[in-house]
């Protein structure tokens, strides 16, 4: 059964760093791209970046120059390194797999990150 299992959350300060990761089961991990989602309270899940299984890139703008994906096909883990944060990237972080086929479509659970003083 594949499951993306997320950690690293907790609770930071403004200005503070965190690295999220996901960690895959399965032997799908190299040949799909990986994504990176948060839903903060009250509001919709928000795309926030993905990387293809080539290693390609993008980001959203409300997190471009602060957070950083990559991954470990080795691992078959996804990370995002998160720098600067502000209160307002408070939110459950969940990773995502697919194919642009739109196969191998698989969701975490999530982990919560907090940013306050």
């Known amino acids: 059964q594949v499951q993306l299992v997320e950690s690293g959350g907790g609770l930071v300060q403004p200005g503070g760093s965190l690295r999220l990761s996901c960690a895959a089961s399965g032997s799908f991990f190299s040949i799909v791209a990986m994504y990176w989602y948060r839903q903060a309270p009250g509001k919709e899940r928000e795309w926030l970046a993905v990387i293809s299984s080539g290693g390609n890139t993008n980001y959203a703008d409300s997190v471009k120059g602060r957070f950083t994906i990559s991954r470990d096909n080795a691992k078959n883990t996804v990370y995002l390194q998160m720098d600067s944060l502000k209160p307002e990237d408070t939110a459950v972080y969940y990773c995502?797999?697919?194919?642009?086929?739109?196969?191998?479509?698989?969701w975490g659970k999530g982990t919560l990150v907090t940013v306050s003083s």
């Open positions: 995502r797999s697919r194919r642009d086929s739109g196969a191998l479509d698989y």
